[in-house]
């Protein structure tokens, strides 16, 4: 078994956001915050990072921090969707075999969650890797913005099998549940299948993208972490990440 030999980094952002509009841009410390999430990428060595962005200025701004970006259609449905347009474009030759789906919202994240969502794609038969970490705050367990996988962990191994992923908590009975961290490793076939695929009637009634691929057959595994990055979705978020970072400096 062998991890892929040439994976690249993709970053979707857009300016629309229902709860703090424009937040790619939303500034830190002097800098934007889809440029904080570059440089984590970039930190975290495993390949090139290219931002897939759905407007102009987003390019702009990744550029200026000398980065890579690319302008995408901007009505696409997902980041999954735009992350494929990115990747056609930038490597119609197929250079890449394998493709990490970064969130642009997570600006304190440590470098080392990057290189760990890679590790399940160790084992040939997985089609796309993400990550979980243990809950330990129970009012998690109940709450429906926290996903919920189940992940056959085979005894002490750190990387399992998911067959589900819910909003509700999930599996019953004793043991530890686990929070599912929205990072993605593709196999370059598995994403251009993926987003072919129509949504599923799990996927339309739990409202998760993965469940999608699920439901196709494709085999999704996970690695189980320490930690739940700070996504930003609301400016108690965005003031909650400049603190985190500006202790950091």
């Given at each position: 078994?062998s991890?892929?030999?040439?994976p690249?980094?993709?970053?979707?952002a857009?300016?629309a956001s229902?709860?703090?509009?424009g937040k790619?841009?939303?500034d830190i410390h002097?800098d934007?915050?889809?440029?904080?999430?570059?440089?984590r990428?970039?930190e975290?060595?495993?390949g090139?990072v290219v931002v897939?962005?759905a407007?102009a200025?987003?390019v702009?701004?990744?550029?200026?921090?000398?980065g890579?970006?690319?302008l995408?259609?901007?009505?696409?449905?997902?980041?999954s969707?735009r992350?494929?347009?990115?990747?056609?474009t930038?490597?119609a030759a197929g250079q890449?075999?394998?493709?990490?789906n970064l969130?642009?919202?997570?600006?304190?994240l440590?470098?080392?969650?990057v290189?760990?969502v890679l590790?399940p794609l160790?084992e040939p038969?997985v089609?796309i890797a993400?990550?979980?970490?243990e809950?330990?705050?129970?009012?998690e367990r109940?709450?429906?913005?926290?996903?919920?996988?189940?992940?056959?962990?085979d005894?002490?191994?750190s990387?399992?099998?998911?067959?589900y992923f819910?909003r509700?908590?999930?599996?019953s009975?004793?043991?530890?549940?686990?929070?599912?961290?929205g990072?993605?490793?593709?196999?370059?076939?598995a994403l251009a299948?993926f987003?072919?695929l129509?949504?599923?009637?799990?996927e339309r009634?739990e409202?998760l993208?993965q469940?999608?691929?699920?439901?196709a057959?494709?085999r999704?595994?996970a690695?189980?972490?320490?930690?739940v990055?700070?996504?930003?979705d609301t400016?108690?978020?965005?003031e909650?990440?400049?603190?985190i970072l500006?202790?950091?400096q």
């Open positions: 078994m991890l892929p030999r040439n690249v980094i993709l970053i979707p857009r300016m229902e709860r703090l509009p790619p841009l939303a002097g934007p915050m889809i440029v904080h999430v570059w440089r990428a970039m975290a060595d495993v090139p897939a962005a407007e200025e987003i702009e701004a990744i550029e200026q921090a000398g890579s970006a690319v995408t259609k901007p009505d696409h449905p997902s980041g969707d992350i494929f347009e990115a990747l056609e930038t490597d890449y075999d394998a493709v990490i969130q642009g919202d997570l600006p304190t440590d470098p080392g969650l290189r760990t590790a160790a038969a089609d993400t990550l979980v970490c809950i330990t705050d129970e009012a109940d709450n429906p913005n926290v996903v919920k996988p189940a992940v056959s962990f005894g002490d191994s990387i399992g099998r998911a067959l819910s509700a908590c999930i599996p009975g004793a043991g530890p549940h686990y929070h599912h961290i990072i993605y490793a593709y196999r370059r076939a299948a987003v072919a129509q949504p599923g009637v799990l009634r409202k993208e469940l999608r691929a699920l439901e057959g494709m999704i595994d690695a189980r972490v320490d930690t990055p700070l996504g930003v400016p108690a978020d965005l909650r990440a400049r603190q500006k202790s950091g």
